[in-house]
Nanobody
Framework: VQLQASGGGSVQAGDSLRLSCTAS????????MGWFRQAPGKEREFVAT????????YYADSVKGRFTCSRDNGKKIVYLQMNNLKPEDTAVYYC??????????????????WGQGTQVTVSS
């Protein structure tokens, strides 16, 4: 499966952005989908994951209550709605697809396919 992330940009603290990740090839509904981010000089970290049917999503503590992950299996798109953005949210955001199990979806090593990343910059 190929993944294309979009929707990043430069915003002020408190603003919102919605990232999209469009899949092509493969059977989208068979994958757990995740969002990760990587800030300069830091390791890539888990942000959110969503189950295959989209009924449940799980978040890193740092974004819980501000970010919402959703998916549209008919359109093969996964979204990350980011509200009340903070400067510490500045990073390149990546979407990824996993054929693994739910318990492993916070581990980036469980993901089989990755998008190219989209830059999010939040200024204070």
């Amino acid at each position: 499966v190929q993944l294309q992330a979009s929707g990043g940009g430069s915003v002020q603290a408190g603003d919102s952005l919605r990232l999209s990740c469009t899949a092509s090839g493969g059977t989208f509904r068979n994958y757990y989908m995740g969002w990760f981010r990587q800030a300069p000089g830091k390791e890539r970290e888990f942000v959110a994951t969503i189950t295959r049917g989209g009924s449940s999503a799980y978040y890193a503590d740092s974004v819980k209550g501000r970010f919402t992950c959703s998916r549209d299996n008919g359109k093969k798109i996964v979204y990350l709605q980011m509200n009340n953005l903070k400067p510490e949210d500045t990073a390149v955001y990546y979407c990824a697809a996993s054929t693994g199990v739910l318990s492993s979806t916070q581990d980036l090593n469980s993901y089989n396919y990755w998008g190219q990343g989209t830059q999010v910059t939040v200024s204070s």
